[in-house]
Nanobody, 124 residues
Framework: QVQLVESGGGSVQAGGSLGLSCAAS????????MGWFRQAPGKEREFVAA????????RYADSVKGRFTISRDNAKNTVYLQMNSLKPEDTAVYYC?????????????????WGQGTQVTVSS
């Protein structure tokens, strides 16, 4: 089992940048596919980005492609989400999620492990 703790959320003006981190416990982090999801008020949780194990293949939601970058440092048991050119519609609670192995999933049910979430607020 793995425990996930997000950090790095906050408030920023539109066009700005924020970086999120997700620290994972456990010794097999490099075997986990990691994802980021977000949930805006009154909306369902949605997929943002994911990165597979150690070969670092990635996938992004169309809404963030070209603006967000997911990466990982297996030596630090950490996955990152760099968010640039932020828009007010990016405002949400962002969640880190993990699953052992493959495939790279885009659905909530693909990930058994979740962090507590971190708030990102983008003002216009």
């Amino acid at each position: 089992q793995v425990q996930l703790v997000e950090s790095g959320g906050g408030s920023v003006q539109a066009g700005g940048s924020l970086g999120l981190s997700c620290a994972a416990s456990g010794r097999t982090f490099s075997s986990y596919t990691m994802g980021w999801f977000r949930q805006a008020p009154g909306k369902e949780r949605e997929f943002v980005a994911a990165i597979v194990r150690s070969d670092s293949s990635t996938r992004y939601a169309d809404s963030v492609k070209g603006r967000f970058t997911i990466s990982r440092d297996n030596a630090k048991n950490t996955v990152y989400l760099q968010m640039n050119s932020l828009k007010p519609e990016d405002t949400a609670v962002y969640y880190c999620a993990g699953r052992w192995g493959l495939p790279l999933g885009v659905r909530q049910q693909d990930y058994p492990y979740w962090g507590q979430g971190t708030q990102v607020t983008v003002s216009s």
